[in-house]
C-alpha cells in the first residue's frame, strides 16, 4: 500500500513534469512559423511563362492569307514568351471594296474598325489593302495594313520587332537587366508623376507658368489612357532659389542672341542631386517619377547641352532624362522677353511633349528602329497607340510576375534556411495569396486574358514585396541555439535528473518485478 | 490568565507600532508590503472608486472587488476604527490558532493511539503526553503574537493581516469538522491570493477524518462546497464591478502573469527582471507548477495520514514560492511550526536554519537601503539576501519532513541502527 | 533709378502673380530684449495657402507639408523641437511656448475612424520629414487633453475635437542642425534669400535656448468662414545671453554671424519689429534707424515697436543698438503668472513631483494643469494635495486616467481656480517602478525625463504677453489688439529621475542561482515522497555509481 503510493507520487512528478512541462515548452518557445507552401514556391519556373496573343490575317485571296499566316508562324515558332493565335480569313466583299476605294488610310482604318472590334486588348488586325505606298502602314490602331504578299518580310519584322516587341519582352524576365529595363520604372502599385518648375532667380526673372493646369491638361490626358495599367497621380510644385552651377561657358555664334553657354554633358547628373534635396520625393508613398522644368536665368540663357564628343545637340529644345528618377527640361527665355517685361511664358506644348515622350520611356514604351518598308504614322497627340499599351501590359505583366517569383524563391530560400525567423500570419497570407495570383497569372497568361493577367501578376507582385520587406521577420534572427540551452539547463536539468531516473523504477514496478534486487546470502 | 496578558501586550505592541512616527516608513517597506497588500495601494483603489474612476482599468490596485466594497465603507465611513480593527484582526488570527492548535493536538493523541499497536517497545517513551501537547498550544500562541514577522505585519497594516485570519479560521473550521465554515474561509483566502487553493486537499481530509463516515462522500461535498463558494465569490465581485470580469485580470491575472518586477522576498522578481523576454512565458509557466501543481499531489499521497503536517508544509512551501510574498505569510507558517516540537530533537539544521533567518532580516534591509537610498550597492546584493532566505526557509521544511519520516521510522522499527549485528544507518532508497 | 524701376515691376508684378498662385509668403522677425540680460529673437515664416488648388498642386507651400497633411486627414497641427528652458519668470512669456525636446499634437478631421492608427502613421513621416526621432512616439506615451489644448483654426461647429485630438512629448530628444537643415528645406526661399539666411546653424544652436517649429492650421477668410485656407507657419524662436556674446549692443553680425541680405524675392512682406519700450529707461540707439515707430496699448500695457520694412533688392541690413550711456540691468518684472516644478524625495524609491503656480495678479486667473506622467512613474492620486490638504476648493473640475504599465501613461488635469496675489502648490506622489533589464535606454544612469506640465491660462492682462491673437497671422494683428482675455498654453520646466537599475550583466548568473534554488527543494522532496527509509549495513561494497550518487545524495544517520 504504501509502495503503490510512493509509486503513485512517482508518478504525479512524471505526470507534471514531463507530460505537463515536455508540451509547455514546446509550446511557450516554438518560434512562431505559418507553414509556407516551399514546394510550389521552389517549382516557379520563370522561363516558363507565355503570353498567347491573337493576331487575324484578313488577306483578298487565301494564298496570301496563308502565306502569310505561315510565315508569321514559322517567326513566331521559337519565341519562348509570346505565341500567337493565328487566325486567317478572307476578307469580306463589302469591306474589300471599301478598302480599295478608301482614299485615306484613316478612312480605312474606321471601316475595319467598324467590322471588327478594335479595341479589344491583346489582338492585332493584318489586313491587305491594295492601294498602299508602302508596303506596310502602321499608326495607332491594332490594325497594320500591307499591299501584297511580297511585303510578309517586313510584316513579320515589324510584328517582332515593333508589335510585339520580342526582345523586350523577353528581356523583361531574364536575370540581368537589358537596356529597356535599365532605363524604364521598377513596378509598382501605381505613380506619382510630379512636375517641379525650378526658379532659380525669382527677382531676375518672372516665370508665368501654371504648371498645375498644364500637368492635368498634358499628362493628365496622357497617364489617362494608360489607366488600365496603372493610377497616376499627378502634381506639381515650385522650387524657388534653387540655384545650380552648370559650369557653362560662353560660346559666340550666329542666333538671336549671339551666344550661348555650353554646358558639358557630364556636369548634368549634379543637377539631379541638387533637385533631390528639394522635391521631396520621400514623401510619397508610391515611387515617384519626377519631371523637372529648369527655367534659365536670363543672364545664363540660352544654356545649351554638349554630348560627351564636345558636340552642340542642337535641337529646339533641350532635356535629358534619368532613368528610374525622371527628366528634366532646360527651359530658356528668348531675348525679347528677357530685354522687356522679364516675364518668362515657358511654350507649354514644346515642354510638356518633351515630357510626355520622356515620360513613354520611363513607363516602358521603347521606340524601335525603323524598317525599311514599313511606314509608321507619326505620333500627333500625347495619346500613345493602342499596340503600344498591349505591349506595355506584356512586358509588365511577365516582369512583375518574374519579379514575384523570384523574391518568393529568395525569401523562401532565406526562411527555410534560418530556422529562428518568425513567420506571423500576415506574412504567411500575403506569400499564400501571392502563390495564388502567380499560378492564376500564368495561366491567364496563356489563355491570352492580357488585362486580367496584368491585373493578377501586380497582386502577386504587391504580396510578394509585402512579405519581403515585412519588419517582423527579423525578430529573434540573432538568438544562438546553444545560448538556449545556457536558459534551460539550470532549472531542467537537476529537475529531470531524479525523474528520469525514477522511470526505471516505475516501468519496473508496472511489470510486477521487485525494484531492489535482494541480496542472496 | 497569562494567555489574556499575552493577548494585551501583543495588541498594544501592534497598536503603538501603527501610531508611531514611523509607521509609513514600515508600511512602505518591501519586505512587509507587496504591490497585492500594501496600504498604500489600497488607500488609491478605495480613493479612485470613490471618484467614480474604476480602479481595475490602472493597474495600482489588485486586491478584489469585496475588498475595495469594505474598505471603501470603513474608510468613509469609520477611518479612525481602522488601526485598531487591524490590531483586533491579528489577535483574532492568533486566538483562532490557539483553538485550531488545540484541535490539532487532539487529533494527534487519537491518531497516536490508533497506531498505538505498531510502535515497537522501546520507542514508546517517545509518545508524546498530554503535557507536552498542551504546551504546543502555548506555544503556538505566543509565537504568532510576538514573532516580529507578525508584528510587522501588522503594523504594516496590509492585507495579510485579512489573509491569516481567512486562513486561520479555515483551519479552525476544518479542525472542528466544521465544512461550510472551512470551505466558504478557504474560499474567501482563495479568492484574496489564489494560492490556499492548494489547502482544499488536507482541509478535505482533515474533514473526512474528523466527520467520520464515507471518505470519498465527504471529499467530494468538501470539494462541491468550494467550489459553489469560490464561484459565487467570483460573480458577486464582477456584480459589484457592474458586471464586467475585467477585474480577474488585475488580480488572478496579476498573481499570475507577474507583470510588476518590484522587489520582494521572493525568486521571481529579479528573475524576471533579467529574463529574456522569448522565454519569459515558459518560466512563468514553470515557476507557477512548481508553486501550484507540482507538489500537492505527491505530499498528499506520502502525508494522508497526517494531514496536519500536510497543511503546514503546504502553506510554507507555498510562501516560498509564490510570485509576491511577504513576511506576514512567513510568520503565519512559523507559527505552526510548534505544533511539531517533538520532530526538533530529529531535526539536524535548526542551529543554521535559524542563524540564517536572523542573518537575512537583518542583513535584507540593510543592503536595500545601500541599494536604493545610497546608492553604494547594487541589486545583486538584495538578490542574495533574498536567495539565502529562501534557502533557509527550505532547509527549514526539508529538514521538518526528514524528521517526520526519521521519527516515523524510529516509532516503528526502535530506535537501533543495527542489521544483522553490523552498524548500519539509514538511507532513502 | 533702376532699383526703383526694378521695384515698381516687383510689386506690379506681384499684384498679378500673386493671384494667379495665390500663395502668399510673409516673412517677420521680432527681437525683444529681456532683463536682465538677455536677448529674444523670433522669427516667423507664414504660407497661407488657397484650398481651392488641391493639395497636389503647391506653389510656395511646401509639397512635402501639404502632402502629409491631406494624407492623413490632419486639421492642425503643432511641432516644436526645443532645447533650452523658457525662464518665465524672468523673461516674460514667448510668442510660442514649447516643452523642452520635441512635442507634437495635432487634431484629426472628424472622418477618420481609427485615430490611433492615423497618429502612428503622422508620427513616423513628419520623423523621417524631420530627421527627429518622432517615431518613438506610441501608445504608451500619448496623453488625449481633455481641457488643455484647443483648436487654435477653423473648426467645424458642433465637432467633438477632442477625441480626435493627440498629444505626445519627448522629452530627451535633441535639436541640433540636423533637424534645422530639413525645416530649412520646406521654406520657397529655402536659405539662400530672405531671413532664413540669418538662420545659421553654428550661431543659432549657441543659444541658452532655441526652439524650432511647424504649425499648420486652418484659417477663414471669408466672415461667415465658408471658405478657409491652410496657414503653414514655421517659428524659430532664440535667446541670446548678452554674456555670451560678449557685449549687451547685439547686431545682426554678432547674432547670426551675418547681415540680411534682404528679404526673400516670394514674400509679400517682410518686416522686422523691434521692441523698444525699455527706450525710455535704458535709452539706445538703432542703426540703421527704423521706418517706422508705433505704440500698442494692449491689453493694460504699453509697448513701443520700431518697425523695418525689408526690401528684396539684395542689400545688406545690419541691425544694431548702440547704448547712449552705461546702462544698469534692467530689472526683471515678473509676469503677471509663473511657475516653478521640481521633484522631491531622496533615494530611488519613491518621490514627488511639485509644481508651484504663482498669481501675481489682483485678480483670480481660471488655470487648466496638465500633468503627463509616464507609464514607468505611477502616480497616486490619493496623495495630490493643492497648498497641503487633499479636496481642496480651488479645484473646480478634475480628470484622472490612471495609466497601465506599457500600455498608456498617467493622466491628470486639474482646473483650477488661483486666488489673486498667491501661490498654489500641487504636490503628488509617485513611486519608481522596476523595469525589464531591455527596457533600460543604453544609457541607464542618465536618468529618466518626466515630461512638462502644460497650463492654460487666460490672463485677464497682456504683460509681457507677445503672442498673437488667434485670428492673427503676423505681427501687426498685435498691435493694440485688447481683448477681454489673452489665453496662452504654457510648458514648465521638465525633470529628470533616476531609475534603480538591475545588474545588467547577470542574466544568465540569476538564471542559475534562482533555479539551483527551486532545484534545492525539488530534490529532497521528491526523495521524501517517492523513497523509503531503510536500514543499510555500513561497509557494504558500493559500486562506482553509487559512490558518484553518494556525493550528491545526503547520508542519513
Known amino acids: 500500500m504504501i509502495e503503490y503510493n510512493r509509486m503513485l507520487a512517482s508518478a504525479s512528478f512524471v505526470g507534471v513534469l514531463i507530460i505537463i512541462g515536455l508540451p509547455l515548452w514546446w509550446k511557450t518557445t516554438e518560434v512562431y512559423r505559418v507553414s509556407l507552401p516551399y514546394d510550389k514556391i521552389n517549382s516557379f519556373d520563370s522561363l516558363s511563362h507565355t503570353i498567347t496573343a491573337e493576331l487575324t490575317v484578313l488577306a483578298n485571296d487565301d494564298t496570301t492569307a496563308s502565306e502569310i499566316a505561315n510565315l508569321i508562324e514559322k517567326a513566331f515558332q521559337d519565341s519562348t514568351i509570346i505565341k500567337l493565335r493565328i487566325h486567317k480569313s478572307i476578307l469580306s466583299h463589302s469591306l474589300h471594296t471599301t478598302l480599295d476605294s478608301v482614299a485615306d488610310e484613316h478612312e480605312a482604318v474606321e471601316e475595319v474598325a467598324s467590322h471588327f472590334d478594335l479595341s479589344r486588348h491583346n489582338s492585332f488586325y493584318v489586313v491587305q489593302r491594295k492601294p498602299l505606298f508602302q508596303d506596310v502602314w502602321l499608326a495607332g490602331e491594332r490594325v497594320m495594313f500591307f499591299r501584297d504578299s511580297k511585303a510578309s518580310s517586313t510584316i513579320v519584322e515589324a510584328l517582332k520587332g515593333i508589335i510585339y516587341q520580342l526582345s523586350v519582352v523577353e528581356g523583361a524576365s531574364s536575370e540581368s537587366a537589358d537596356i529597356a529595363r535599365q532605363i524604364r520604372f521598377p513596378p509598382g502599385a501605381g505613380y506619382h508623376v510630379v512636375l517641379s518648375v525650378v526658379h532659380p532667380r525669382p527677382d531676375a526673372l518672372k516665370v508665368d507658368l501654371d504648371a498645375g493646369n498644364a500637368i492635368e491638361d498634358y499628362i493628365g490626358s496622357f497617364v489617362d489612357e494608360l489607366s488600365v495599367l496603372y493610377n497616376f497621380t499627378l502634381k506639381s510644385q515650385w522650387l524657388h532659389l534653387l540655384n545650380f552651377d552648370f559650369q557653362s561657358t560662353e560660346i559666340k555664334d550666329e542666333s538671336e542672341w549671339g551666344h550661348h553657354f555650353a554646358v558639358r554633358q557630364d556636369r548634368l547628373h549634379l543637377l539631379l542631386t541638387k533637385l533631390e534635396e528639394r522635391t521631396a520625393t520621400h514623401v510619397s508613398e508610391l515611387p515617384t517619377i519626377n519631371l523637372a522644368l529648369y527655367a534659365v536665368p536670363c543672364d545664363k540663357a540660352p544654356l545649351v547641352i554638349y554630348d560627351e564628343y564636345d558636340q552642340k545637340i542642337s535641337s529646339p529644345v533641350q532635356a535629358f532624362m534619368s532613368p528610374k528618377w525622371g527628366g528634366v527640361v532646360l527651359a530658356n527665355p528668348s531675348p525679347k522677353e528677357c530685354a522687356a517685361d522679364q516675364i518668362f511664358r515657358p511654350d507649354v506644348r514644346v515642354i510638356m511633349g518633351t515630357f510626355i515622350s520622356q515620360l513613354r520611356k520611363l513607363l516602358g514604351i521603347t521606340d524601335a528602329e525603323p524598317i525599311k518598308g514599313l511606314y509608321l504614322e507619326p505620333l500627333r497627340s500625347v495619346k500613345p497607340r493602342q499596340w503600344e499599351i498591349d505591349n506595355l501590359l506584356r512586358i509588365k505583366t511577365t516582369e512583375q510576375l518574374t519579379s514575384a517569383e523570384r523574391t518568393l524563391q529568395s525569401l523562401a530560400q532565406l526562411l527555410g534556411e534560418i530556422s529562428n525567423i518568425v513567420i506571423n500570419d500576415e506574412v504567411g497570407a500575403s506569400i499564400n495569396s501571392a502563390v495564388e495570383s502567380i499560378q492564376r497569372a500564368s495561366d491567364l497568361m496563356r489563355e491570352g486574358q492580357l488585362v486580367n493577367a496584368y491585373k493578377t501578376s501586380q497582386n502577386a507582385f504587391l504580396d510578394a514585396e509585402t512579405a519581403f520587406m515585412e519588419p517582423s521577420l527579423l525578430a529573434l534572427l540573432y538568438f544562438p541555439d546553444d545560448q538556449k540551452y545556457a536558459i534551460y539547463i539550470p532549472l531542467f536539468l537537476p529537475i529531470m535528473f531524479p525523474v528520469v531516473l525514477s522511470l526505471k523504477n516505475l516501468l519496473l514496478w508496472f511489470r510486477g518485478k521487485p525494484i531492489h534486487k535482494e541480496k542472496t546470502d | 490568565m497569562g494567555v489574556v496578558i499575552k493577548y494585551l501586550v501583543a495588541g498594544l505592541v501592534r497598536y503603538w507600532l501603527i501610531h508611531l512616527d514611523y509607521w509609513q516608513t514600515i508600511a512602505n517597506r518591501v519586505e512587509i508590503a507587496t504591490p497585492l497588500n500594501s496600504w498604500k495601494r489600497l488607500m488609491e483603489g478605495v480613493y479612485l472608486y470613490d471618484h467614480n474612476i474604476n480602479p481595475y482599468e490602472g493597474d495600482s490596485f489588485h486586491e478584489s472587488p469585496i475588498m475595495l466594497i469594505f474598505f471603501h465603507f470603513l474608510l468613509t465611513k469609520a477611518p479612525i476604527i481602522l488601526p485598531i480593527l487591524f490590531t483586533i484582526l491579528d489577535l483574532l488570527t492568533a486566538h483562532l490558532l490557539y483553538k485550531t492548535s488545540k484541535a490539532f493536538t487532539r487529533i494527534f493523541k487519537e491518531s497516536q493511539e490508533a497506531v498505538l499497536p505498531e510502535v515497537a517497545e522501546e520507542s514508546k517513551t517517545m509518545l508524546l503526553s498530554d503535557t507536552q501537547l498542551k504546551e504546543a498550544s502555548e506555544y503556538v500562541l505566543s509565537v504568532y503574537l510576538f514573532n516580529p514577522y507578525s508584528v510587522l505585519n501588522c503594523a504594516g497594516m496590509t492585507t495579510t493581516v485579512i489573509q491569516n485570519l481567512l486562513l486561520a479560521t479555515a483551519l479552525w473550521g476544518a479542525s472542528s469538522g466544521k465544512r461550510i465554515i472551512a470551505c466558504v474561509f478557504i474560499a474567501l483566502a482563495t479568492h484574496q491570493a489564489l494560492y490556499p487553493l492548494l489547502l482544499i486537499v488536507p482541509i478535505a481530509i482533515l474533514l473526512a477524518d474528523i466527520n467520520k463516515g464515507c471518505n470519498k462522500c465527504s471529499y467530494i461535498r468538501t470539494l462541491l462546497v468550494f467550489v459553489l463558494s469560490w464561484g459565487f465569490l467570483i460573480y458577486l465581485s464582477a456584480y459589484i464591478m457592474d458586471g464586467s470580469y475585467n477585474y480577474v485580470y488585475n488580480t488572478y491575472g496579476f498573481i499570475l502573469t507577474v507583470p510588476d518586477l518590484k522587489p520582494n522576498i521572493g525568486l521571481f522578481w529579479y528573475f524576471f527582471t533579467e529574463m529574456f523576454e522569448h522565454f519569459r512565458l515558459l518560466f512563468v509557466c514553470a515557476f507557477q507548477i512548481n508553486a501550484l501543481a507540482l507538489y500537492i499531489v505527491p505530499l498528499t499521497l506520502r502525508f494522508r495520514k497526517e494531514p496536519v503536517l500536510l497543511a503546514t508544509v503546504l502553506i510554507a512551501l507555498s510562501t516560498i514560492f509564490r510570485s509576491y510574498p511577504c513576511i506576514g505569510d512567513v510568520g503565519f507558517y512559523l507559527a505552526l511550526l510548534p505544533l511539531w516540537k517533538h520532530l526538533f530533537t530529529f531535526m539536524q539544521q535548526k542551529f543554521i536554519v535559524g542563524c540564517a533567518f536572523i542573518i537575512t532580516s537583518v542583513l535584507g534591509p540593510t543592503v536595500w537601503h545601500l541599494w536604493i537610498y545610497s546608492g553604494s550597492a547594487n541589486a545583486n546584493f538584495f538578490f542574495g539576501v533574498t536567495l539565502s532566505f529562501a534557502t533557509a526557509q527550505i532547509f527549514l521544511i526539508t529538514d521538518l519532513l526528514f524528521a517526520y519520516i526519521k521519527r516515523e521510522f524510529t516509532l516503528k522499527h526502535g530506535s537501533s541502527r543495527q542489521v544483522d549485528g553490523k552498524p548500519a544507518k539509514l538511507v532513502l532508497r | 533709378m533702376e532699383s526703383v524701376r526694378r521695384l515698381l515691376l516687383y510689386n506690379i508684378f506681384f499684384i498679378v502673380f500673386s493671384c494667379i498662385h495665390c500663395d502668399v509668403f510673409k516673412e517677420e522677425l521680432f527681437i525683444k530684449s529681456l532683463p536682465p540680460s538677455h536677448l529674444y529673437t523670433h522669427f516667423q515664416f507664414v504660407t497661407l495657402v488657397n484650398s481651392d488648388t488641391s493639395s497636389f498642386h503647391s506653389h510656395l507651400a511646401p509639397r512635402s507639408l501639404v502632402e502629409v497633411i491631406s494624407r492623413f486627414h490632419v486639421e492642425e497641427l503643432h511641432l516644436t523641437l526645443t532645447e533650452g528652458q523658457w525662464r518665465h519668470n524672468q523673461w516674460g512669456y514667448p510668442v510660442l511656448d514649447a516643452a523642452p525636446g520635441a512635442e507634437l499634437y495635432a487634431w484629426f478631421s472628424a472622418d477618420v475612424v481609427d485615430v490611433d492608427i492615423q497618429w502612428k502613421k503622422l508620427t513616423s513621416t513628419l520623423s ?180 523695418y520694412d525689408v526690401k528684396p533688392d539684395g542689400q545688406m541690413i545690419n541691425i544694431g543698438i548702440k547704448h547712449n550711456r552705461n546702462s544698469d540691468l534692467p530689472v526683471p518684472i515678473p509676469p503677471p503668472l509663473y511657475f516653478n516644478r521640481y521633484v522631491l524625495g531622496y533615494g530611488k524609491e519613491f518621490g514627488g513631483i511639485v509644481t508651484e503656480l504663482t498669481n501675481n495678479c489682483w485678480t483670480s486667473i481660471n488655470v487648466v494643469v496638465l500633468e503627463n506622467a509616464p507609464w514607468w512613474l505611477p502616480i497616486q492620486l490619493s496623495t495630490l494635495r493643492i497648498n497641503g490638504e487633499a479636496e481642496s476648493s480651488l479645484i473646480i473640475s478634475q480628470y484622472y486616467s490612471p495609466g497601465r504599465s506599457r500600455q498608456k501613461p498617467y493622466h491628470l488635469e486639474l482646473l483650477m481656480k488661483l486666488p489673486p496675489r498667491s501661490t498654489t502648490t500641487i504636490t503628488i506622489d509617485f513611486e519608481f517602478v522596476f523595469l525589464k533589464w531591455q527596457e533600460y535606454p543604453p544609457d541607464a544612469n542618465h536618468g529618466f525625463y518626466i515630461g512638462s506640465a502644460l497650463i492654460l491660462a487666460n490672463l485677464p492682462t497682456a504683460k509681457n504677453y507677445t503672442s498673437l491673437p488667434n485670428t492673427g497671422t503676423t505681427f501687426d494683428s498685435m498691435l493694440n489688439a485688447s481683448k477681454l482675455w489673452y489665453p496662452i498654453v504654457f510648458r514648465t520646466n521638465g525633470a529628470m529621475v533616476s531609475l534603480p537599475t538591475p545588474d545588467f550583466s547577470m542574466p544568465y548568473n540569476v538564471i542559475c542561482l534562482a533555479c539551483t534554488v527551486v532545484a534545492l527543494a525539488f530534490g529532497p522532496l521528491h526523495n521524501i515522497c517517492t523513497k523509503e527509509l531503510v536500514l543499510k549495513p555500513v561497509g557494504t561494497p558500493v559500486s562506482l555509481l553509487q559512490k558518484v550518487f553518494n556525493l550528491f545524495k545526503r547520508k542519513r544517520d
Not at chain 3, 253 to 263: S, V
Open chain 3, 128 to 307: 523621417g520629414l524631420f530627421c527627429a526621432s518622432l517615431n518613438f512616439i506610441e501608445n504608451f506615451n500619448t496623453v488625449i487633453p481633455q481641457m488643455t489644448l484647443w483648436p487654435t483654426g477653423a473648426v467645424k461647429a458642433g465637432q467633438n475635437v477632442t477625441s480626435h485630438l493627440r498629444y505626445a512629448s519627448l522629452p530627451r530628444e535633441i535639436v541640433c542642425t540636423e533637424n534645422l537643415t530639413p525645416w530649412k528645406k520646406l521654406l520657397p526661399c529655402e536659405s539662400s534669400k530672405g531671413f532664413s539666411a540669418l538662420l545659421n546653424s553654428r550661431m543659432i544652436h549657441n543659444t541658452n535656448y532655441h526652439s524650432v517649429g511647424v504649425h499648420v492650421r486652418k484659417n477663414c477668410i471669408s466672415n461667415d468662414c465658408s471658405e478657409n485656407n491652410l496657414e503653414i507657419k514655421q517659428t524659430v524662436g532664440l535667446v541670446y545671453d548678452y554674456d555670451i556674446l560678449t557685449s549687451s549692443e547685439w547686431s545682426f553680425r554678432k547674432l547670426y554671424g551675418q547681415g540680411l541680405p534682404g528679404a526673400c524675392p516670394l514674400s509679400s512682406d517682410s518686416k522686422i519689429y523691434v521692441d523698444v519700450t525699455s527706450n525710455d529707461t535704458q535709452p539706445f540707439t538703432l542703426i540703421p534707424p527704423p521706418h517706422s515707430v508705433v505704440l500698442s496699448q494692449r491689453g493694460g500695457s504699453d509697448v513701443k515697436l520700431a518697425i
